[in-house]
C-alpha cells in the first residue's frame, strides 16, 4: 500500500542528477493541469538537504519532475505525490507540523465492475468535451490514473445494487461507460467523511467553480472538517480533544488562498438561503456582486430582492470584433509605415535618383494607381487629403 501525499510545493525539490525538462514540455503539462488538473501523482523519496533560506526537511522528485515543474509555473501550492523511502537522518530536530504533510490517504487500488460503482449527487456535473477528450486518450494509452471511490457501509448495499460510491473521477467514469468497458481501477477510500472532503478538495482543485460553487464547496468543506474535529466553529462547544483552527485559517493553508478570501466564500454559502443559490447557480447572476447583495439581505427577504435583481436591464453587450483580413492589415500597416519614416516630407526626385530603370518604371506605372485609391479615402477621413 502506498502513501498517497498532497504536499506543498516549496518542500520538494528535483534530485540531484534528474534532467531538467524543456520549458515546452512543461507550459504543455501546464497547460493539461490547467484544464483537467494533476492526473496522475508524481513519486517522491523522504530525503534531508540542508540549504540556504530553506527548512532542512525536503521531499525529492523521483518520477514525474516534469508535472512538478508545471505545478510551479502555475503557482500552486501543494502537489499530490506517492511517497517512498525513510528519512535519511530522522534524529534531526523537526517540529511534527513540519515533518507531516498536508493529508496522508492510505489507499488500496482494486478493479471494480462499472455497475459496482454509484455515481450519485455531484457537486458538480460533468463535461461532455471533457468526456470525449478522455475517450481518446483512454483508448490510445489507457487510463493514466484510477478513479477514487469509498467503500459504502454494509447496511446500504443492494443484492444487485452498487458496493461504492463515486468520489473522484467522474469524467473518466463517464469515459468507460461510453467506450464500453466492463471494469475500472479505482481507489477505495474506507471513511465516507474522509472521501466527501477528497471529493470537495479535488473540485477546489482542478475546477472552474463559479462564485456559488466557491460557496457551497466552502459550506460543505466546514461541515466535514468540524465533523471530523479539526476545525472550531463559532457557535456550539469544543471538545477538549478537538482542533481550535477557525476553519478560514486552516482552508487558507490547506488550499493555498487567503483567509479573507475563504471567509468570503463562506459567509456567502451560510447568509443566503440554499433555495436562493441553488435557483442562481450556473446562470448570468452568478456572480460575486450578485451574491454579496443577496448575503447582505435577510434571509425572508432573499427571494424578493432575487426577482428585483432579475427584473434589472442587462447591461449591453459589445458586439464581438470580427476578424480583420490580411490584406486590411497590411495595407495599414504600410500607411503608418510610410509616416512613421517621413516619407510625406521627402523629395520624390532623391527616392528616383538611386533607383534602377526597372525600378523607376514600376513606381512610376505603380504611383497613379496608389495615389488614386488613397483619394478615394478622402471622404472617410472627412475630407482631408
Given at each position: ?5 498532497r504536499i506543498?510545493?516549496?518542500?520538494i525539490?528535483p534530485?540531484?542528477g534528474?534532467?531538467?525538462?524543456g ?8 497547460d493539461s493541469?490547467?484544464?483537467n ?10 530525503c534531508w538537504?540542508?540549504?540556504?533560506g530553506?527548512?532542512p526537511q525536503n521531499y525529492?522528485?523521483?518520477e514525474?519532475?516534469?508535472?512538478y515543474?508545471?505545478v ?7 502537489v499530490?505525490?506517492f511517497v517512498e523511502?525513510a528519512?535519511e537522518?530522522p534524529?534531526?530536530p523537526v517540529?511534527?507540523e513540519?515533518r ?5 490517504l492510505?489507499l488500496?487500488?482494486l478493479?471494480l ?9 455531484r ?5 461532455p468535451?471533457?468526456v470525449?477528450a ?6 490510445e494509452?489507457g487510463?493514466?490514473?484510477p478513479?477514487t471511490?469509498?467503500e459504502?457501509p454494509r447496511r ?8 461504492y460510491r463515486?468520489v473522484a473521477?467522474?469524467h473518466?467514469l463517464?469515459a468507460?461507460?461510453?467506450l464500453?468497458?466492463d471494469e475500472i481501477?479505482?481507489?477505495?477510500m474506507?471513511?465516507n467523511d474522509?472521501?466527501?472532503l477528497?471529493e470537495?478538495?479535488?473540485?477546489l482543485?482542478?475546477?472552474?467553480l ?5 460557496a457551497?464547496h466552502?459550506l460543505?468543506r466546514?461541515?466535514?472538517l468540524?465533523r471530523m474535529?479539526?476545525?472550531?466553529t463559532?457557535t456550539?462547544?469544543i471538545?477538549a480533544?478537538?482542533a481550535?483552527?477557525?476553519?478560514a485559517?486552516?482552508a487558507?493553508a490547506d488550499l493555498?488562498?487567503?483567509e479573507r478570501?475563504?471567509?468570503k466564500?463562506l ?15 450556473g446562470?448570468d447572476?452568478?456572480?460575486g ?7 447582505a ?16 436591464p ?6 464581438p470584433q470580427?476578424?480583420i483580413?490580411d ?11 510610410f509616416e512613421r ?5 521627402r ?11 526597372a525600378?523607376?518604371d514600376?513606381v512610376?506605372r505603380?504611383?497613379p ?8 479615402f478622402?471622404?472617410e477621413?472627412?475630407?482631408r487629403?
Amino acid at each position: 500500500m502506498r502513501e498517497v501525499v498532497r504536499i506543498p510545493t516549496d518542500w520538494i525539490c528535483p534530485a540531484k542528477g534528474n534532467r531538467p525538462p524543456g520549458k515546452k514540455r512543461i507550459a504543455a503539462l501546464a497547460d493539461s493541469l490547467r484544464a483537467n488538473g494533476q492526473e496522475t501523482p508524481i513519486t517522491v523519496r523522504r530525503c534531508w538537504r540542508k540549504r540556504p533560506g530553506r527548512e532542512p526537511q525536503n521531499y525529492e522528485v523521483v518520477e514525474g519532475l516534469d508535472c512538478y515543474e508545471a505545478v510551479v509555473l502555475l503557482g500552486l501550492d501543494a502537489v499530490d505525490a506517492f511517497v517512498e523511502g525513510a528519512w535519511e537522518k530522522p534524529d534531526q530536530p523537526v517540529t511534527a507540523e513540519k515533518r507531516t504533510p498536508v493529508r496522508v490517504l492510505n489507499l488500496r487500488s482494486l478493479y471494480l465492475y462499472l455497475d459496482d460503482i454509484e455515481v450519485g449527487e455531484r457537486l458538480r456535473s460533468t463535461d461532455p468535451e471533457k468526456v470525449a477528450a478522455l475517450k481518446a486518450s483512454i483508448a490510445e494509452i489507457g487510463l493514466r490514473a484510477p478513479i477514487t471511490v469509498s467503500e459504502l457501509p454494509r447496511r446500504d448495499w443492494e443484492d444487485d445494487g452498487p458496493c461504492y460510491r463515486l468520489v473522484a473521477g467522474a469524467h473518466r467514469l463517464e469515459a468507460f461507460r461510453q467506450l464500453g468497458e466492463d471494469e475500472i481501477e479505482a481507489f477505495v477510500m474506507e471513511s465516507n467523511d474522509q472521501a466527501a472532503l477528497w471529493e470537495v478538495d479535488e473540485n477546489l482543485a482542478r475546477a472552474e467553480l463559479t462564485p456559488t460553487q466557491l460557496a457551497d464547496h466552502h459550506l460543505r468543506r466546514e461541515e466535514i472538517l468540524t465533523r471530523m474535529g479539526l476545525v472550531k466553529t463559532k457557535t456550539g462547544p469544543i471538545a477538549a480533544n478537538s482542533a481550535t483552527t477557525p476553519y478560514a485559517r486552516k482552508a487558507a493553508a490547506d488550499l493555498g488562498s487567503s483567509e479573507r478570501t475563504v471567509r468570503k466564500h463562506l459567509t456567502r454559502g451560510k447568509k443566503i438561503a440554499p433555495e436562493i443559490r441553488a435557483e442562481i447557480a450556473g446562470t448570468d447572476l452568478d456572480k460575486g456582486v450578485v451574491l454579496d447583495e443577496l448575503a447582505a439581505t435577510p434571509v425572508d427577504q432573499q427571494p424578493a430582492k432575487l426577482v428585483e435583481i432579475q427584473g434589472r436591464p442587462a447591461a449591453a453587450k459589445p458586439a464581438p470584433q470580427q476578424p480583420i483580413p490580411d490584406h486590411v492589415l497590411w495595407l495599414w500597416g504600410r500607411l503608418r509605415d510610410f509616416e512613421r519614416d517621413g516619407y510625406r516630407d521627402r523629395d520624390p526626385a532623391a527616392l528616383l535618383e538611386p533607383m534602377t530603370q526597372a525600378m523607376r518604371d514600376d513606381v512610376l506605372r505603380i504611383a497613379p494607381w496608389v495615389a488614386d485609391l488613397l483619394r478615394s479615402f478622402a471622404p472617410e477621413a472627412g475630407g482631408r487629403s
